[in-house]
């Protein structure tokens, strides 16, 4: 499973909506349609901390209870190097040609304090560079140790299917389709001080099942490029809808682990069942 850019933003909290948490709650969902058939969708924080470990118990019974895994995308062999070789400028173009030079002076230090000379960096496109930022390992977190490659390695164990809710491409567009500008705006962004709350606290807020607490401080993390904050969680979600809806349909129970963020929100996924007349029971 390629590694998912988005995981440091997942560690946020502040204040509630309501209809996504109840009391003494887990971050997993069981969704049910008219005809009873069922589907599980689970809270995942990307990376995580031995410290973190048990999981809320609620995630083994919806692994227990399902017979096909789905992450936010599909396992697809090398598809990781090719997106990755796309963040890298062709030969003869520099990073220097494309942002703003006070830009490429203030990234071209930050990279320097970490021991990156600046021919390596000057080789990336403002996007990969936020990337190489999100690394969980700079954040003294392991992906390793995250929900998605928990849960991949004990399906694996359990021969169980896996699949994505889209293709790893399709999962960078997000990143990958946007402009010069708007790339090196994300880069930016990525510099400002962290507005949300300790880590520990985000984890206690996910451990609860308060997925509202994590898509507000999201949202708020982008109070400057509103647009990216809406491209990151809401646009993925309605593209999700479908697919989700089409695994209900199915008659099989499946386990969709997603990132935190998107379950809470009026938009968010667990809203949008709800809206659809699905019902949809917190753990």
């Keep these: 499973m390629v590694f998912r850019a988005a995981s440091v933003l997942l560690f946020f909290s502040i ?61 697809t062999k090398g598809e990781a190097a090719k997106i ?32 990156v000379p600046e021919a390596k960096v000057a080789r990336y496109r403002p996007w990969m560079l936020t990337l190489f930022l999100w690394s969980p390992g700079l954040q003294g977190l392991s992906g ?15 021969h169980k299917p896996i699949s994505g809710l889209v293709s790893a491409r399709e999962h960078y567009a997000v990143f990958t389709g946007l402009t ?9 962004l990525t510099f ?34 509103p647009g990216f904050g809406e491209r990151l969680i ?13 695994y209900l349909a199915s008659g099989q129970t499946y386990f969709v682990i997603v990132g935190m963020g998107h379950l809470g929100g009026p938009e968010g996924l667990v809203r949008l069942l709800q809206a659809r007349g699905y019902q949809v029971e917190q753990l």
């Design 15 to 75: 204040t509630f909506l309501g209809a996504v948490r109840s009391e003494a709650a887990s971050p997993v969902w069981k969704v049910t349609d008219t005809k009873g058939h069922t589907l599980f969708l689970g809270g995942s924080i990307h990376a995580l901390r031995k410290s973190d470990y048990p999981l809320p118990k609620a995630f083994d019974l919806a692994f227990a209870q399902s017979q096909h895994l789905v992450f936010e995308d599909e396992e």
């Design 234 to 246: 809401e646009a993925r979600n309605r593209v999700w809808i479908p697919k989700i809806e089409s």
């Design 144 to 158: 390793d140790l995250g929900i998605d490659a928990h849960f991949l390695a004990k399906a694996r164990a359990a």
């Design 84 to 115: 990755g070789k796309g963040g890298e400028y062709p030969a003869g173009d520099s990073l220097r040609n494309h942002v703003d030079p006070r830009t490429y002076a203030y990234v071209v230090k930050i990279f320097g304090l970490m021991g």
């Design 192 to 225: 400002i001080p962290n507005r949300s709350g300790s880590y520990p606290n985000m984890v206690n807020a996910w451990r609860r099942g308060d997925a509202d607490v994590l898509w507000r401080e999201i949202h708020a993390s982008y109070a400057d490029y």
């Design 180 to 188: 010069d500008k708007q790339s090196e705006g994300v880069l930016l």
